[in-house]
């Protein structure tokens, strides 16, 4: 740009020939063209610019024709901005923006440009006058579309934080201060304001379970923490109980400096709550062990309905009948146990089904007697799968298993604790010597649960004349 400036024509513009320059503007030329930082100086009542060599890529394809043009003319696309600026300054007002926005034509297009700058007014040494304007300038257009697009990143980034599915959270400093939690996460703690928070204070009831413990070592050491199905007990709601629920989590520590090399400064925290996965896991593990249970008895139950067929049948028909007839009997029973029932049940009609299959005809070897009494469809669904336990037991080793073996069943009206109740009794006689079990197998779990949902209180004699068992449950309106 020296060398243009020495070249450029000056004697044909207001400025006249640099050997008639006042000193002033020749001092300011000889510091813009020494300087690598992008400057200008526009000169005279024309305003007509110089500039250096680190100001010409900012003019873009108006460069080298901007030189020695009036500024009005160089920069008109926007002269409707920087006009006022570049007359405050010939009115002796310097002015400095940090960043200010222009729509600017460089290459033939419009584009989006942003510069931080100083107008400085020149005055004449001895009028005082203002003979022109000196500026230092900095084009900031990459460093703010930049920042623009980081700031969109991190929105983006925020936004998929508070969507994500896991219950995540960012932990600031040795204190574990809440920085950012999502919405998940706030559900799992009963939405407390924890934003701005030590967790310790945030979350009082998780100090004494070794949490916070847990997260100083991970913050000190930098090493990450993984738990799975860990039981913690959260406080849900502002004056709930603490509940306990079983997590899935990770603790990481954020690292500072270079490739995330420096030391810790916070804990990136994700969780998911997997206590109703766990509890449907168990739930599945106990219909495995009961569909096994059930298998093996309904083989035991398939042989004794063939030996008491054949040892009662009076010819190889007959036989087959009986065996037909009772099959289906065990059928029928299985599918009322399987479907399950919406609608209410007679305990009456439960018993019955449930016997049917080990009943040789009316009270021949079972008698019931009971009020007519209903129960909803899921303890009808327990007392049948007690009923049959009992029924198959007894066709195993007790009373069913000889010839003469009677069972009495028989329900009624009882109180437990001062609340209405449904006693149901089951005994067997005339049957053989019983014992104990040695082990403690399913269908012991089954019988002494009692029924599902309800409270029951079970209870199991093996006397010396036949097994008794007794089921006390209290009545609920809605279910029985």
Not at 312 to 338: N, Q, W
């Amino acid at each position: 740009m020296g060398a243009r400036i020495r070249a450029f024509d000056w004697a044909s513009t207001a400025l006249g020939a640099p050997e008639s320059w006042p000193e002033t503007l020749r001092t300011l030329v000889q510091v813009m063209l020494a300087a690598r930082q992008p400057m200008f100086i526009a000169w005279g009542p024309e305003r007509r610019m110089l500039y250096n060599d680190g100001y010409a890529p900012l003019c873009g394809n108006k460069h080298p024709w901007a030189l020695g043009r009036p500024f009005d003319e160089v920069w008109a696309d926007i002269i409707g901005d920087v006009g006022p600026i570049m007359d405050a300054a010939y009115a002796g007002i310097p002015t400095y923006m940090d960043d200010i926005q222009f729509v600017m034509r460089r290459f033939g297009h419009d584009e989006e440009t942003h510069f931080s700058f100083g107008y400085t007014p020149v005055k004449d040494e001895r009028t005082g006058a203002v003979q022109g304007m000196f500026c230092t300038c900095l084009e900031t257009t990459a460093e703010v579309l930049l920042s623009r697009e980081r700031e969109r990143e991190i929105l983006r980034l925020r936004e998929l934080f508070r969507q994500t599915p896991s219950a995540t959270a960012v932990l600031n400093g040795p204190d574990h201060v809440f920085e950012i939690a999502n919405a998940a996460y706030l559900a799992l703690i009963g939405d407390r304001p924890i934003i701005g928070k030590p967790v310790a204070v945030a979350l009082p009831e998780i100090v004494d379970q070794g949490f916070v413990t847990t997260l100083d070592t991970v913050y000190r050491t930098g090493e990450t923490y993984v738990g799975q199905s860990v039981p913690v007990r959260l406080r849900r709601a502002p004056d709930a109980a603490l509940e306990t629920r079983l997590l899935d989590f990770v603790y990481q520590p954020i690292r500072g400096g270079g490739g995330g090399a420096g030391p810790v400064y916070g804990i990136f925290v994700q969780a998911t709550d997997v206590t109703e996965q766990r509890q449907a896991e168990q739930m599945q593990t106990l219909l495995n062990q009961e569909l096994s249970h059930r298998m093996k008895n309904q083989i035991a139950v398939v042989q004794s309905i063939v030996l008491q067929s054949l040892r009662g049948a009076t010819g190889l028909e007959d036989a087959r009948s009986k065996i037909t007839s009772r099959l289906g009997v065990l059928a029928r029973a299985h599918d009322m146990l399987l479907t399950g029932r919406s609608e209410r049940a007679r305990i009456a009609d439960i018993v019955a089904s449930s016997i049917s299959l080990h009943e040789e005809g009316p009270g021949r070897r079972f008698t019931i007697a009971g009020p007519d009494m209903e129960f909803g469809a899921q303890a009808a669904m327990s007392l049948a799968l007690i009923v049959q336990e009992l029924s198959t037991n007894a066709a195993k080793y007790g009373a069913l298993s000889v010839p003469d073996g009677q069972v009495h069943v028989t329900w009624g009206d009882a109180e437990i604790d001062g609340q209405s109740a449904i006693v149901f009794r089951w005994r067997e006689i005339d049957g053989p010597p019983v014992a104990p079990p040695t082990a403690r197998g399913f269908g012991s779990r089954l019988l002494m649960g009692g029924i599902s949902g309800a409270v029951s209180h079970p209870t199991m004699d093996f006397a010396s004349d036949g097994l008794r068992y007794e089921l006390r449950v209290v009545v609920n309106p809605t279910e029985t």
